[in-house]
């Protein structure tokens, strides 16, 4: 079965850029049946959709946060990563990547990984 | 943009008693792609039930999903230890992009 783990550094200073990397094993990231979603969830808040990506590199990104992301595909690692650029305190969350199973659904997602966002 | 609404925001219930949470969406949508996650005190959210009404694989029977248009509806039959916590809709949209509404936390009373 497919499993998602994230992995990056949990501090960022303000202003520089938050990068993740999620690993995808147990399937290919090159299957054309799927998105690979970056989520992300402030402390005690709620969830909020970032982007995702298609195997042929296609990306989708939340208007909210559009110009400062970048979303990008390792297909000899099965990997896909996240850049978040000009950080703020506001940007500090769990942060979760997760297949879009049938384009749509979030199924399975990673365990998360927490980034604090701080001088 | 479509906005999901969710209410009540917490729901106290012992075990044993029927949830019932709803999802408002600002304008009609199709029920094909409306769904609803779990997610469990200090773990990712997992996928219950999608197109609103079909449960996911291994999702058990007393939670149930249905709605149409701008109103949807999570019900668990029964509450089981296990089933308190917080419950999200989530919805794909047109542009396309993905929503989710804030949140209803099932506490134990």
């Known amino acids: 079965q497919v499993q998602l783990q994230e992995s990056g550094p949990g501090l960022v200073k303000p202003s520089q850029t938050l990068s993740l990397t999620c690993t995808v094993s147990?399937?290919?990231?090159?299957?054309?049946?799927?998105?690979w979603s970056w989520i992300r969830q402030p402390p005690g808040k709620g969830l909020e959709w970032i982007g995702n990506?298609?195997?042929?590199?296609?990306?989708n990104y939340n208007p909210s946060l559009k110009s400062r992301i970048l979303i990008s595909l390792n297909m000899s690692k099965n990997q896909f990563s996240l850049e978040l650029s000009s950080v703020t305190a506001a940007d500090t969350a769990l942060y979760y990547c997760?297949?879009?199973?049938?384009?749509?659904?979030?199924?399975?997602w990673g365990q998360g990984t927490l980034v604090t966002v701080s001088s | 943009e479509i906005v999901l609404t969710q209410s009540p925001g917490t729901l106290s219930l012992s075990p044993g008693e029927r949830a019932t949470l709803s999802c408002r969406a600002s304008q009609t949508i199709s029920s094909s792609y409306l769904a609803w996650y779990q997610q469990k005190r200090g773990q990712a959210p997992r996928l219950l039930i999608y197109?609103?009404?079909t449960r996911a694989t291994g999702i058990p029977d007393r939670f149930s999903g249905s709605g149409s248009e701008t109103d949807f509806t999570l019900t668990i039959s029964r509450l089981e230890p296990e089933d308190f916590a917080v419950y999200y809709c989530q919805l794909y949209g047109s542009s396309p992009t993905w929503t989710f509404g804030q949140g209803t936390k099932v506490e134990i009373k």
């Open positions: 997760a297949r879009d199973w049938n384009y749509i659904w979030f199924d399975p």
């Open positions: 147990g399937g290919s990231i090159s299957n054309s049946d799927n998105y």
């Open positions: 990506i298609y195997y042929n590199g296609r990306t």
């Open positions: 197109s609103a009404s």
